[in-house]
């Protein structure tokens, strides 16, 4: 059933950008859940919190952050890209907005992972 | 030219992949490569077609993964060898015809007819419009009811009760009538819990439309006007 969302075989790009609007909107649920229990975790004390950023702020971390960078960027870019379509604007320019939209997404990402690489590993 | 033919069939019971080699010209399309196999090689191979003029919206399948008109698909422009398969988010009934009960049932729930307080059969009224009313719709009448936007639909997919892309798209070409005075009724049923709310702009029925009237346009103009009436209802 809920399969189909993600079959993407002979579909447009107007379809698999739907797809990761959803696999993104799950995804992003997921790890604000956890966010917030890793978060209260300073109420256990401060050690306990400082030793999980010591285990999460590292190298090794690195890459899922980047990832999940990534996952966030798409889904607000693309989220604002359909509420413009949804309010029944610029429908004719469709095309050329996914692909502006995509450009923006890796520029953002690509920027941003710089910075997170820059911070993790000190340099 | 030899072409192979990848169909797959059902009986009843199972669902199977069966493959046709026939001889091929040019011009030729898949609606006619279909009545080939029908009569030449297995005569049990059933679809549905009927004006083999892209008008009655018949003959849609899913040739190569994407639905389309057999009757307007030239079999030399797909290659020489095609995968027809039934429509997707239709029951299949067998081989290639599916279930379009539920399909025409959502087209009649939106009222596709012009709705006026003073309908008089008896005495009718010539209704004068301009090029520029005409237009303000036209596109939206050429839809042929063929199920491509639906089959492509991923709220469609997992919602049965979904009216899909051609019932809203019949639903905006009334309510933007100049003629018609039933747009507020229409609204109340499209803006239901089945209606334009969960469409999620894949926008894939345009894409796949055979009469390229762009359904997704239609129904996302209906979701804003609907988003209106409903903040307006509530100062009310
Ligand atoms: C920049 C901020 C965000 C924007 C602009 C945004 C925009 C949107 C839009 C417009 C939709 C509906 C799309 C549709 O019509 O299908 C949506 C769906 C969704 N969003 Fe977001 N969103 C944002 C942030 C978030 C965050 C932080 C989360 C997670 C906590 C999230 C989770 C979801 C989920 C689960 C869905 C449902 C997915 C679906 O129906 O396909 N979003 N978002
Ligand atoms: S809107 Fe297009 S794809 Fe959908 S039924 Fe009508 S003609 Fe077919
Ligand atoms: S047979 Fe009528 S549309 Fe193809």
């Known amino acids: 059933m809920w399969q189909k969302w993600f079959s993407v075989k002979g579909k447009s790009l107007f379809s698999i950008a739907f797809s990761l609007h959803r696999l993104t909107g799950v995804v992003l649920t997921i790890y604000l859940c956890m966010h917030l229990a890793y978060l209260t975790s300073i109420r256990m004390g401060k050690e306990v919190f400082e030793s999980f950023i010591a285990t999460t702020v590292t190298p090794q971390f690195l890459i899922f952050d980047i990832l999940l960078v990534l996952a966030g960027i798409y889904h607000g870019v693309n989220g604002l890209r359909l509420i413009l379509h949804e309010f029944g604007l610029t429908y004719e320019s469709r095309k050329s907005i996914l692909y502006v939209s995509v450009a923006i997404v890796l520029i953002v990402w690509l920027i941003a992972s710089y910075r997170m690489y820059t911070f993790v590993m000190g340099v | ?236």
């Open chain 2, 1 to 236: 030219m030899d072409v192979e033919f990848r169909i797959r069939r059902f009986d009843g019971e199972k669902s199977y992949w069966q493959t046709f080699n026939i001889p091929v010209k040019r011009g030729m399309t898949v609606l006619e490569g279909l009545y080939y196999i029908k009569e030449n090689l297995d005569g049990s191979l059933t679809f549905r077609a009927s004006c083999r003029m892209a008008i009655c919206g018949s003959c849609a399948v899913k040739i190569n993964g994407k639905p389309r008109l057999a009757c307007e698909t030239q079999i030399l422009e797909i290659g020489n060898s095609l995968e027809v398969e039934p429509l997707d988010n239709f029951k299949v009934i067998k081989d290639l015809v599916t279930d379009f009960e539920g399909f025409f049932k959502k087209h009649e729930a939106v009222k596709p007819y012009l709705i006026r307080k003073d309908d008089n059969y008896e005495e009718p009224v010539e209704l004068i419009q301009s090029p520029k009313e005409l237009h303000a719709y036209y596109d939206f009448t050429l839809c042929v009811k063929c199920g491509a936007c639906y089959s492509v639909c991923p709220a469609a997919a997992t919602r049965d009760d979904y009216l899909g892309p051609a019932a809203i798209t019949a639903a905006y070409r009334f309510n933007a009538d100049s003629r018609d005075e039933g747009e507020k009724i229409r609204l109340a049923l499209v803006c239901g819990d089945n209606g334009v709310w969960r469409c999620h702009f894949a926008a894939e029925c345009s894409e796949v439309c055979p009469k390229q009237i762009d359904p997704a346009k239609a129904v996302q103009k209906i979701r804003f006007k609907s988003a209106i009436e409903t903040i307006k209802s509530i100062f009310r």
